[in-house]
């Protein structure tokens, strides 16, 4: 992308489309079962509801994710300026922190304003998404440890990607 303007105008555009995807889950998948999987009968409520608890459990394990890729991806971009050879072409090109500190800012507060809408829209479709958090925060310490430890080595594995592949541009 070739200016601030762009990425922030690409920023306000995908989350105007997650919120439409998050709020048509429950159509997306009807539409799915019934004409392209060919199904009229009903699932059953037991089914219904393992459905909508793997549902809550990706959503916010994707909003966890998300917001980690905004942060981990500024920090990227400044640390690596283009003359290190990187492989991914990070946006404008720019590494100064007076326009990644904004990029990111604005990035974070859409992506709230997107999953609190979408939040609020599925927990009314009766999909468990505000119980999630809640369970998550009730079990055991070393469940917690296994998902901060998880996300550590992601960004770790990150930044030793970025500094050992080659570049194929420029």
Request: charged share 20%.
């Amino acid at each position: 992308m070739g200016s601030n303007t762009e990425v922030m105008i690409a920023v306000l555009l995908a989350g105007i489309q997650e919120v439409i995807l998050r709020a048509s889950m429950k159509r997306q998948d009807a539409w799915f079962r019934h004409y392209i999987l060919g199904r009229t009968d009903d699932v059953g409520d037991e089914v219904r509801e393992r459905q909508h608890d793997a549902w809550a459990a990706t959503i916010c394990q994707g909003m966890v994710i998300e917001t980690f890729n905004i942060v981990v991806s500024a920090a990227v971009k400044w640390q690596f300026t283009p003359e290190s050879q990187t492989v991914y072409d990070f946006g404008n090109g720019s590494t100064e922190l007076d326009v990644i500190v904004p990029q990111m800012v604005f990035a974070l507060v859409v992506e709230y304003i997107v999953d609190f809408t979408s939040l609020m829209i599925e927990a009314k479709q009766n999909i468990p998404v505000l119980e999630y958090f809640d369970r998550f925060l009730r079990c055991s310490p070393a469940t917690m440890a296994c998902q901060i430890l998880c996300l550590l080595t992601s960004l770790v594995s990150a930044f030793g990607c970025f500094q050992s592949l080659p570049t194929f541009y420029g």
